[in-house]
């Protein structure tokens, strides 16, 4: 086919090395992502690998084909442990061990019982099997980046199909013994182009798929407030693209009293205490869809798809009333905080989101005016 075997494997070596400093280097800077770092030891391996196949090339000596065999398969079974890091966060110990043993028993046995022939038979079908259960693993987990996932499952599948032409053509040629010859064949050479191939696909495609989980972790903590872990006035801007909110939704904007005040008698670490005690007890008290969100400071705003004027008061004041009873330990002090609201319903289509936030406001201020520690509703529901 235009290259001799040694070539291919130096090739594949090649691949496999400028993979392995790649990962390494992507993990090094992003240390949490530890599937880089299991798939660089994979990689390692398989470079191993190459390198004891080429001395086998050299001496057919059936010692180096089984060590080879076992490091390739190995390296596959590793490879799943590689996967459970990229969709959990956990190396799976016991299933690679596992998958390490499935994968290198057959190898072994076969060469110890002399069938050298068949031995490099089970290399390649372990190998297929092995990175065919991996590409199937990555199809499943595809949602999360679909284009990149898909393609290293194809990857894998390509590279699983390669395994099995050689297995084809090897129990043709040399179903038990090989004579002391080396396997050479078009399958074996297809196999290697298609390893570089695979090898460069799959690393570049991990750090796409790396790369995409950085932006879009950058992206969520760009909508989430740090202090008390709602979501902040961006997401929820963001949750009503068109500016619009959907007839029946209800808002109610928090507001705690004399914030200023507890800050100043106790210190900003005591006041963010409470903010984060706040934020806690109303998202208690939020149904699945209901959105709360820290505006900024101390005013909070709790967004109620489907709502009623009634249902939006009622749970308003069953806040209002929980904040007045917490107590917040301050020195051996108890100390309590109130809070004020404002509540607003849109009950007419195309009404902005803005314009509901400031109805609901102008109920926040009318609050204030009457004492704090109430809630107080827009003169007009219809917002």
Request: charged share 15%.
């Amino acid at each position: 086919m235009g290259f001799d075997y040694n070539s291919l494997l130096m090739a594949s070596g090649a691949a496999g090395i400028a993979l392995c400093f790649t990962l390494m280097s992507s993990w090094l800077r992003e240390r949490t992502s530890t599937f880089l770092l299991t798939w660089a030891m994979c990689i390692a391996i398989i470079i191993a690998a190459i390198v004891v196949f080429s001395v086998f090339h050299s001496t057919v000596n059936v010692l180096h084909s089984t060590l080879a065999g076992v490091l390739l398969t190995s390296a596959f079974a590793i490879s799943y442990g590689g996967f459970t890091q990229f969709s959990t966060g956990r190396f799976a110990g016991g299933p690679v061990a596992a998958l390490v043993v499935v994968g290198a028993a057959p190898i072994v046995v076969s060469s110890a019982f002399g069938f050298d022939g068949l031995s490099f038979v089970f290399i390649n079908l372990m190998s297929a099997l092995l990175l065919g259960v991996c590409g199937y693993r990555y199809w499943t987990a595809r949602a999360e980046s679909p284009g990149p996932i898909t393609a290293i499952a194809a990857l894998h599948a390509m590279l699983a199909l390669s395994f099995l032409l050689c297995v084809i053509v090897l129990a043709a040629e040399t179903p038990l013994y090989l004579d002391g010859k080396v396997p050479d064949n078009w399958a074996e050479a297809l196999n290697l182009m298609v390893s570089v191939i695979a090898l460069t696909g799959i690393g570049g495609l991990f750090v796409t798929v790396h790369q995409e989980r950085i932006s879009r972790r950058h992206r969520d903590a760009s909508l989430i407030d740090p202090l008390t872990g709602l979501s902040n006035r961006r997401a929820l801007f963001e949750r009503f693209p068109d500016g619009h909110v959907p007839e029946g939704t209800g808002l109610i904007v928090f507001d705690l009293d004399d914030f200023k005040g507890i800050n100043d008698r106790h210190g900003h670490t005591f006041g963010d205490t409470v903010l984060r005690s706040f934020a806690r007890m109303i998202e208690e008290n939020c149904r699945g869809d209901d959105i709360a969100v820290r505006l900024g400071g101390e005013e909070f705003v709790l967004v109620l798809p489907q709502s009623s004027p009634t249902h939006a008061l009622a749970l308003a004041e069953r806040i209002r009333s929980i904040m007045g009873r917490m107590v917040h330990p301050m020195d051996d002090r108890p100390v309590t905080c109130t809070v004020s609201a404002g509540v607003a319903v849109a009950e007419k289509p195309g009404l902005s989101l803005d314009t509901l936030i400031r109805k609901a406001d102008n109920a926040l201020y009318l609050s204030k005016r009457s004492g704090r520690n109430r809630v107080s509703q827009t003169t007009s529901t219809a917002a």
